[in-house]
C-alpha cells in the first residue's frame, strides 16, 4: 500500500500563491506518475497536473497551465504543486495520486489516494 498526505491548502486572496505538497510512504517504489485532482461540491473530480516518475514529463489541464507548476523529490518522496495567480474559481479540495503504471489525465488510472487538502481562494 501506498499512503499520501496531503497540506498546504489554506485560504488566501485572488492574486495570491500557494504551494500544495504531497508526501508518500509505504510502497513508494510501486508508483510511477503522481497527480493532483481537485472536486467542489457536487462535481466530479477533475485532473489538475500530473508528472512521470523521472519529472521529466509533466501535464497540466488548461486550467492550469502557466500558473500551476507540477514537480516531485523522489529522495524525499514528495510531491509539490506551486500555484500561483490563484482565482477564486481554483477553490477546491485538492487531492493527491499516485499511479503504478499510468501516466494521464484519466482519474480511474490512479490507484492510489490522499485525503485532500481544501484550498479557498477568496475574490
Known amino acids: 500500500q501506498v499512503l499520501l498526505v496531503e497540506s498546504g491548502g489554506g485560504l488566501v486572496q485572488a492574486g495570491g500563491s500557494l504551494r500544495l505538497s504531497c508526501a508518500a510512504s509505504g510502497r513508494t517504489f510501486s508508483t510511477g506518475a503522481m497527480a493532483w485532482f481537485r472536486q467542489t461540491p457536487g462535481k466530479e473530480r477533475e485532473f489538475v497536473a500530473a508528472?512521470?516518475?523521472?519529472?521529466?514529463?509533466?501535464g497540466y489541464a488548461d486550467s492550469a497551465k502557466g500558473r500551476f507548476t507540477i514537480s516531485r523529490d523522489n529522495a524525499k518522496n514528495m510531491v509539490y504543486l506551486q500555484m500561483n495567480s490563484l482565482k477564486p474559481e481554483d477553490t477546491a479540495v485538492y487531492y493527491c495520486?499516485?499511479?503504478?503504471?499510468?501516466?494521464?489525465?484519466?482519474?480511474?488510472?490512479?490507484?492510489?489516494w490522499g485525503q485532500g487538502t481544501q484550498v479557498t481562494v477568496s475574490s
Open positions: 495520486a499516485a499511479a503504478r503504471t499510468y501516466f494521464g489525465t484519466s482519474r480511474s488510472g490512479y490507484d492510489y
Open positions: 508528472i512521470s516518475w523521472s519529472g521529466g514529463n509533466t
